[in-house]
Nanobody
Framework: QVQLVESGGGSVQAGGSLKLSCSFAKYPENPTCMGWFRQAPGKEREGVAI???????DYADSVKGRFTISQDSAKTTLYLEMNSLKPEDTGMYYC???????????????????????RGQGTQVSVSS
């Protein structure tokens, strides 16, 4: 059963913007950790942004000042607003969540999937120069 559903990816030129969405409508528990990670071809997964349960966000250094993570008031959708996109932002973007462990760091986000967390199917972001 698909629990997280991403949307909003696409192809843009450098300097452009995209806003990704992740629906939590089918996520069965209150999440203790939510965020976005990405993976480019041939590269390791990279945590991009997390939203802690206290509402505080954290970002990878590579996206600070350009990306914003947020949640709707009903807490059913997680967003990632991406501005000033660069070619190096190209990759598959995944929404991830856990209902047992808190987010410890943005760097650690991809690994919550390895220890039982959930990720969506991904949405492709392509940025051309």
């Amino acid at each position: 059963q698909v629990q997280l559903v991403e949307s909003g990816g696409g192809s843009v030129q450098a300097g452009g913007s995209l806003k990704l969405s992740c629906s939590f409508a089918k996520y069965p528990e209150n999440p203790t950790c939510m965020g976005w990670f990405r993976q480019a071809p041939g590269k390791e997964r990279e945590g991009v942004a997390i939203l802690r349960t206290d509402g505080n966000p954290d970002y990878a250094d590579s996206v600070k000042g350009r990306f914003t993570i947020s949640q709707d008031s009903a807490k059913t959708t997680l967003y990632l607003e991406m501005n000033s996109l660069k070619p190096e932002d190209t990759g598959m973007y995944y929404c991830a969540a856990d209902h047992i462990f808190e987010c410890t760091s943005v760097v650690g986000l991809p690994f919550i999937v390895d220890r039982g967390g959930t990720r969506g199917q991904g949405t492709q972001v392509s940025v051309s120069s």
